[in-house]
């Protein structure tokens, strides 16, 4: 089994803020694969279809970013999954606007969402795909995460977006992650 977590924040209020673009690349995988992020399960929304003989779960945790792992938690131990089976997608404001990396496993490097899924799993040790959304000069972390791209902005994401996409449908086609660290970041 593959899980793939977007972080983000439930509502409309935030669908298009930068802390959401967790939720912004499993929205164009779901698209892609032909499937709708829906079922409400263990305090997340979730989609799962079958490819190359694996079952692929998206999951946007709908506890709001800092109660990620709550889910993420809930979900793992239902469908048994393991930490070497699940990839997050986050946002990385210490990274430079639509900047991508691919990680293995490591800190919370500051992130909430990161730090409570660490904290409910007690492991660190799942791979995570970072989206750089720069780091504010004037406003709050919590203004600026919370507000959309700017229309400059707007471009780097949507490119950042797409090839995380790329790399996930790379890793779904049997791709592991070595390999896709060596072609992605």
């Known amino acids: 089994m593959l899980m793939i977590i977007g972080l983000g924040n439930p509502g409309k209020k935030y669908a298009t803020s930068k802390h959401n673009v967790g939720f912004m690349v499993l929205d164009e995988l779901a698209k892609q694969l032909g499937v709708t992020i829906s079922k409400m399960e263990f305090d997340a929304a979730t989609a799962t279809t079958h490819l190359n003989g694996e079952k692929i779960m998206l999951v946007e945790p709908q506890t709001f970013m800092n109660a990620s792992g709550r889910a993420v938690r809930q979900l793992m131990s239902f469908y048994q999954v393991q930490e070497d089976e699940i990839i997050v997608v986050q946002d990385d404001l210490d990274m430079p606007m639509g900047k991508l990396r ?6 919370a490097g500051g992130h909430n969402g990161i ?13 995570r ?14 203004d600026w995460v919370l507000t959309p791209f700017s229309k400059d902005d707007q471009p780097l994401i949507n490119a950042a977006i797409d090839k995380a996409v790329a790399l996930l449908t790379d890793r779904i086609n049997g791709a592991d992650i070595p390999s896709l660290m060596n072609k992605y970041n």
């Not at 795909?129 to 919590?142: C, E, F, S």
Request: charged letters at 20%; aromatic letters at 4%; hydrophobic letters at 35%.
């Open 129 to 142: 795909i970072k989206i750089g959304t720069d780091h504010p000069a004037k406003q709050t972390v919590v």
């Open 102 to 107: 691919l990680r293995l496993k490591g800190s």
């Open 115 to 127: 730090k409570d899924i660490i904290n409910a799993t007690g492991s660190s040790n799942f791979a």
